[in-house]
């Protein structure tokens, strides 16, 4: 199953929740995380063909059982790098 921490920081407390989170799942539950520290802004010139570290994260999320998402909140809504990710 993988996962998005939501922040860019290494140490933010949404890693950390994610990772307790993980610690209390049954331990048949296998987890990764969803690298978006790398990806490149959002622009629909990649439509057609993906960056490679987009490429990367779409098949990443399809091989996924599930997609939990522990995130903080930037003005009333998502970081900009998850709102990129999603996008």
């Known amino acids: 199953m993988g996962y998005f921490a939501g922040s860019l920081a ?3 407390i949404n890693r950390t929740l994610s990772k307790t989170l993980i610690r ?12 978006i520290k790398d990806l490149p802004l959002y622009s629909y010139d990649f439509d057609s063909e993906y960056p490679a570290e987009g490429n990367v994260l779409k098949d990443s999320i399809t091989s996924a059982d ?3 998402f522990t995130t903080p909140t930037y003005n ?6 998850l709102r990129n990710a999603i996008d």
Do not use: N, Q
């Open 10 to 12: 290494t140490h933010s």
């Open 24 to 35: 209390l799942a049954p331990p048949d539950f296998g987890f990764f995380e969803f690298s």
């Open 66 to 68: 599930g997609v939990p």
């Open 76 to 81: 009333l809504s998502i970081p900009g790098a």
